[in-house]
Nanobody, 116 residues
Framework: VQLQASGGGLVQAGGSLNLSCVHS????????IGWYRQTPGRQRELVAT???????NYGDSVKGRFTISRDITKRTVYLQMNGLKPEDTAVYYC???????????WGQGTLVTVSS
């Protein structure tokens, strides 16, 4: 399975961006798919994930500002980011997990830069 993320860029604080992640393979095999982010010197942190059953989990720092959604037929997961803050600046990675057999996949990352 390959994950291709896009949509990153430079935006001013308070602005919005919409990230997309298109995956190869069969959507129904990917039990959980979502986004993580990382800045230099820090561990990768959860942004948002969504399951096949549409159970959604957000990181505390993005709750109320970011929205994750998934289109199984298009094999795409989206991350709508509103009210962006400079601290949201990071490389955003798409992640997918298959429960059986257990596999985990990462995309190449897309850079989001929020200027103050």
């Amino acid at each position: 399975v390959q994950l291709q993320a896009s949509g990153g860029g430079l935006v001013q604080a308070g602005g919005s961006l919409n990230l997309s992640c298109v995956h190869s393979g069969i959507s129904l095999n990917l039990n959980v798919i979502g986004w993580y982010r990382q800045t230099p010197g820090r561990q990768r942190e959860l942004v948002a994930t969504i399951t096949l059953g549409n159970i959604i989990n957000y990181g505390d720092s993005v709750k109320g500002r970011f929205t994750i959604s998934r289109d199984i037929t298009k094999r795409t997961v989206y991350l709508q980011m509103n009210g962006l803050k400079p601290e949201d600046t990071a490389v955003y990675y798409c992640n997918a997990i298959q429960f059986w057999p257990r596999e985990e996949y990462w995309g190449q990352g897309t850079l989001v830069t929020v200027s103050s």
